[in-house]
C-alpha cells in the first residue's frame, strides 16, 4: 500500500534552497541479488517461503516481502522440515548450514559474494593456525556469520578503543579481517591502532569492508561540508546506513539524521536550513529516497543537483539454487543494480 504524501511547510531562508543528492547511493549488487532471490523463490515455488533473519536491512524491503508470502525467522528451528529457506545477504556460520541440513531444509544461499569472499578468508587463516582479529559490531549477522567459519581463532574488535586491549596468544602469527558495511576511516584506524601492538599483524589479500560501503561514505564525504543538513534514508539495524550519519557529521554537515521514510522527517529539521545532502544507504530500494525528495520539494527544496563520485555497474548472479532451468533474461535479474 502507498504511503501519504509528505506536505511540509514551506518556511523562508538565507539564500537558495537546494539538495545535493549522493550518487552513488542505494541498493548494491548483492542487496539487489539477495531482494531478486526471495522474488524468484516465491514465483517458482510459491508461499510461504521462509528466510532467516531479515533479508536485508530495511523495514520497507521486509514488509513488501511479508506481502508477497515471505516469513522471516531467527532461527532454522521455526522453519518447517522440508521447506524453502533462504540465507540473508548477511550470510551464514557453517553450524546454522548445518542445522538447516538436518531439518532437510531447501536452502536457498543468498549471502552477498562479497561477504563469502571474508568467510573463505576466515576459514583459511583458521586452518593455518592463525589467529584472526574481526573487526566489527559484536552480535551483527555478518559478524556472526564469519566468526563461525574460524572456530575459536577469531576474536572480534568493535572499535578503536579495544584494538589497545585485545589480547592474542601468538602477537607473530595474527591477521585481521573486517565486516563489509564499517566506517572505512574508522576501521583502518583500529587497524592502525592494532598494527601499533602487533607490528606483524597481516593484512587480508584485498579490501574487506565491500565497494559500495566506500563509494556511499566517499559520495557524502564530497556533500557534507556544503550541508547545512543532510538526510540519510535507511534503517537503524543497517550498519552501513548509520555510518553515513556518523561520515557526513564527521566531513561537515551541520546536521545529519537517519529516517526510514519520508515522513519522519522533522519540520524543526529544516529551520534555517539552505542546503540538504540525501543519500541512501546499500539496502535502500529508490522509491524511498524519491519519496523523501518529494517531501523536500513540498517546503520548496525542488533544486536537486545529483553529485556524482563514482559508477557502479557490478552485477552478480543469482544463487546457484534458481539459476537451474531459468533462462538468460532471468539469469540477468541477480545483481541487476536499481537506480
Known amino acids: ?59 520497507h524491503v521486509v514488509s513488501e516481502l511479508e ?5 522471516f525467522v531467527e532461527e532454522v528451528d521455526e522453519v518447517p522440515e522440508g521447506s524453502h529457506l533462504v540465507f540473508s545477504a548477511h550470510g551464514v556460520s557453517p553450524m546454522v548450514k548445518d542445522a538447516a541440513a538436518e531439518r532437510e531444509l531447501q536452502t536457498i544461499d543468498a549471502t552477498c559474494p562479497l561477504v563469502t569472499k571474508v568467510h573463505r578468508e576466515a576459514t583459511r587463516f583458521a586452518k593455518k593456525g592463525q589467529h ?10 555478518e559478524v556472526e556469520g564469519t566468526a563461525g567459519h574460524a ?26 579481517l573486517s565486516q563489509t558495511t564499517l566506517s572505512v576511516d574508522e576501521t583502518m584506524e583500529t587497524v592502525n591502532r592494532l598494527r601499533a601492538r602487533f607490528p606483524n599483524l597481516q593484512d587480508p589479500p584485498s579490501d574487506d569492508i ?3 560501503t566506500t563509494n556511499r561514505q566517499a559520495a557524502i564525504k564530497n556533500i ?33 539524521y537517519r529516517i526510514d521514510f519520508a515522513d519522519e522527517i522533522r519540520q524543526e529539521w529544516l ?31 525542488s533544486d536537486i543537483e545529483e553529485v556524482e563520485t563514482a559508477v557502479e555497474d557490478l552485477m552478480f548472479s543469482l544463487p546457484k539454487e534458481l539459476r537451474q532451468d531459468l533462462g538468460d533474461d532471468d539469469r540477468a535479474l541477480g545483481g541487476r543494480i536499481r537506480t
Open 210 to 212: 565491500c565497494y559500495a
Open 1 to 59: 500500500m502507498p504511503r501519504p504524501a509528505v506536505v511540509l511547510e514551506n518556511r523562508p531562508v538565507d539564500g537558495p534552497k537546494r539538495v545535493l543528492l549522493a550518487a552513488p547511493r542505494g541498493y548494491c549488487a548483492g542487496v539487489d541479488r539477495a531482494v531478486v532471490a526471495v522474488d524468484k523463490a516465491l514465483e517458482r515455488y510459491g508461499a510461504p517461503v521462509y528466510v532467516r533473519k531479515q533479508i536485508v536491512h530495511n523495514k
Open 67 to 71: 506481502a508477497r508470502g515471505a516469513i
Open 132 to 141: 584472526i582479529l574481526l573487526i566489527g559490531h559484536d552480535g551483527h549477522e
Open 271 to 301: 529551520d534555517g536550513v539552505a542546503s540538504i545532502g540525501v543519500t541512501s544507504g546499500a539496502s535502500v530500494p529508490e522509491v524511498l529516497v524519491q519519496e523523501t525528495l518529494a517531501a523536500l520539494a513540498t517546503a520548496g527544496y
Open 224 to 256: 557534507a561540508a556544503e550541508a547545512d543538513l543532510v538526510i540519510v534514508v535507511g534503517s537503524a539495524n543497517s550498519s552501513n546506513s548509520v555510518r553515513l550519519v556518523e561520515v557526513a557529521l564527521q566531513y561537515g554537515a551541520k546536521a545529519a
Open 151 to 176: 572456530g575459536e581463532r577469531v576474536t572480534i574488535v568493535n572499535n578503536p578503543d579495544e584494538a589497545d586491549t585485545v589480547a592474542v596468544d601468538d602477537p607473530d602469527n595474527v591477521v585481521w
